[in-house]
């Protein structure tokens, strides 16, 4: 209990801490100050200060009754040099984005603002966003004002273009001449850095002086300075960003979500977001017009076209052409003719028309391009007896078979675990204790010694996550290919945005991608094949062991409208987006409490029917996580009775909204 005197002429601040980690909802302080409601200050929260929005200012007089049965006192905010950052325009997307995504106010904030301008706008050295209405035209955005509150956005003005890289920039280029022509501004909003420095390339030809391109590979000075550049040009702009620059408070006619499609617009850590969510929200509430483009739309955009929601910005392509040759090879019909002839039994690493492909492009000095889906030699291991899957004994991932030296080890690629086979090299079955243990699956070193065998002389480079790094390391490797006389590259799928163009491609291993739990996959892999089709200017090979190739044929063949209506089709018979929404709650602790908590949380939710995978993973320092989903029929997210539930748990458990894996 505390003595009321003792805060007499003060104000109780309710804030929002902008930060990551484990503060959930709101806290209280105590200023001898009156401080606007949308300004950012600096509070103590144990050792250290942090910033935090203030979101409510009442005198003591209107709160004593709480304040004399508090238990605790109220911290005095030590720091207060109030400053607006955010525009009304900005905040109403933002608390819309966290709703949507059941995560925090200020970390969602903290993960949509630029750390460099959150810190120079506390810190004095940018102004606050000047005073006025949003136009669309190119002004600057109103603050966030004194008693404002999310309130519903106006209604999406939505187009959409699907078609390849040089259909979209064509569209885009004459949208920024037209846009110019009336004094308009418009924001290209991408999912990386990569895809911002190639739009700039593209894009800002002829243009520089009014095209800013911002990202995280910045330096602080430089983004300043091109910060404050944009804010003072008088003239239309062309702003290309990753989602977090659309912190800059200048208006825009037109918000371009390009790359609509990429996995990349998911923020990995806590707060755990879809960026596109943001970009949209953002975008109706400034009235601003939004065009998604990629090769390949999601269905949940072109379920929304369909429906009359988003209309057609260009003439939306149901194919797409490449003169290119292209091919699925079946490497068993190749086995089953040497083991009719020979008697052998063989399995076919690269078939014979990958060897033939590659010995052709060798005699023409042409370059090759082999991908394989995973890492390691293979990247799963059986009991040739029981079938019995040979598992990480510390989160039951399957064991990836790596080349180390002389020797092959088991790697566990969840949580790190890294031993050799019992006894040097016998590993036996934990089942049955057979000695019959087969690897299956293909991985990106098994290609490279057979490669290797095979074309002892060739240029051969090796692209996969344990090798590159960076994006300087992964830049000056394919710069090293493409130099090359007849080089072959084995990558992984993360060096396909790398690439720009390469004569002959070849999709030696792909089959494990379609056992991952992401219901998101047959879209991942039809849009890798696209990509691929659009970078090959001579030949594409697919090799597969699998009996239904469809989505292979329909990749292979540019057939996107096929391929979307049948992907529809499947979302809608399992209630998957955009006919439903999957929420998964990870908790995470030690391995003895997960089960019991993990009940308490199904009781908790128990008529919103959770689904209990019973999996366990492992985690660095000897910790593990399970989780649970829980799927909601159309049109029944956000609602305020779950998402009070979902708040309301404790920071050991994480909150996703439509996840890529459900597993």
């Known amino acids: ?114 750390k460099t301008i959150l810190d120079a706008h506390i810190e004095g050295v940018l102004d606050e966003p000047n005073k006025g209405a949003p136009s669309g035209k190119s002004r600057a955005l109103a603050p966030l004002e004194p008693g404002s509150r999310c309130e519903p956005s106006r209604p999406l003005t939505g187009q959409a273009i699907q078609g390849d890289t040089i259909t979209r920039l064509k569209a885009y280029q004459r949208l920024v001449r037209e846009s110019f022509a009336k004094h308009e501004s418009v924001f290209i909003c991408v999912p990386t850095l990569e895809d911002v420095e190639r739009l700039e390339r593209e894009l800002g030809h002829g243009i520089e002086e009014y095209t800013y391109a911002f990202h995280s590979g910045l330096t602080k000075k430089r983004l300043l300075e091109k910060w404050v550049a944009a804010l003072e040009q008088k003239h239309a702009t062309l702003v290309i960003g990753t989602p977090q620059y659309l912190t800059l408070p200048r208006a825009f006619s037109t918000i371009i979500l390009d790359e609509e499609h990429a996995q990349s617009w998911k923020t990995l850590a806590r707060p755990l977001i879809d960026m596109r969510v943001f970009a949209e929200a953002y975008g109706a509430n400034t009235g601003s017009t939004i065009i998604f483009g990629a090769p390949l739309l999601r269905p949940e955009i072109y379920k929304r076209i369909q429906e009359g929601e988003i209309g057609e910005f260009s003439r939306i392509a149901h194919r797409t052409l490449a003169e290119i040759e292209a091919a699925i090879i079946d490497p068993r019909i190749e086995e089953k003719n040497i083991r009719e002839y020979t008697g052998r039994r063989t399995v076919q690493i690269v078939g014979e028309r990958i060897r033939t492909l590659i010995e052709e492009a060798r005699k023409k000095h042409e370059h090759v391009f082999l991908l394989v889906a995973r890492k390691g030699l293979s990247p799963i291991t059986a009991c040739g007896d029981c079938g019995t899957i040979i598992r990480c004994e510390a989160c039951e991932t399957p064991l990836v078979i790596h080349k180390q030296g002389e020797n092959r080890i088991f790697s566990c690629h969840a949580c790190g675990l890294m031993r050799m086979p019992e006894s040097g090299e016998h590993e036996t079955c934990p089942t049955c204790a057979g000695w019959r243990l087969e690897p299956l699956g293909i991985g990106i070193e098994r290609i490279e010694e057979e490669v290797t065998n095979l074309f002892p002389d060739a240029p051969r480079f090796i692209f996969d996550g344990d090798r590159v790094k960076t994006r300087v390391q992964a830049r000056k490797l394919i710069a090293q290919f493409e130099a090359s006389r007849g080089g072959i590259l084995i990558g992984t799928p993360m060096t396909v945005p790398y690439l720009t163009t390469v004569e002959n491609t070849a999709i030696v291993s792909i089959d494990s991608l379609f056992a991952i739990p992401d219901f998101r996959m047959n879209e991942r892999i039809f849009a890798l094949i696209l990509a691929l089709r659009e970078k090959t200017t001579k030949t594409l090979l697919v090799q597969t062991r699998m009996d239904d190739v469809t989505l292979l044929e329909q990749a292979l063949k540019g057939d996107l409208l096929g391929f979307t209506e049948s992907e529809l089709e499947l979302r809608k018979a399992f209630s998957y987006p955009p006919y439903g929404t999957i929420i998964k709650i990870t908790l995470r602790g030690k391995r003895a409490e997960l089960p019991a908590e993990l009940e308490r949380l199904k009781v908790y939710l128990s008529e919103y029917n959770p689904i209990a995978p019973n999996t366990m993973a492992r985690e660095p320092k000897n910790m593990f996580r399970m989780h649970i989903i829980l799927k909601l029929a159309d049109g029944t997210w956000p609602n305020n009775t779950l998402h009070a539930k979902l708040r309301a748990l404790p920071p050991q458990f994480t909150i996703e909204v439509n996840p890529d894996h459900l597993l």
């Open 1 to 114: 209990m505390h003595t009321f005197g003792y805060y007499e002429g003060m104000q109780i601040l309710t804030v929002a801490p902008i930060v990551r980690g484990a503060l959930q909802g709101t806290l209280s302080y105590f200023s001898k100050e009156t401080v606007p409601l949308g300004a950012v200050i600096m509070v103590p929260i144990r050792t250290r200060e942090v910033p935090a929005l203030v979101l409510e200012s009442k005198s003591v007089t209107d709160a004593k009754s709480s304040l004399k049965s508090s238990e605790y006192a109220l911290r005095k905010v030590t720091r207060l040099k109030p400053h607006r950052v955010w525009s009304n325009e900005f905040m109403k997307a933002v608390e819309e984005t966290a709703r949507y995504s059941a995560q925090g106010l200020g970390e969602t904030l903290l993960a949509l603002t630029p």
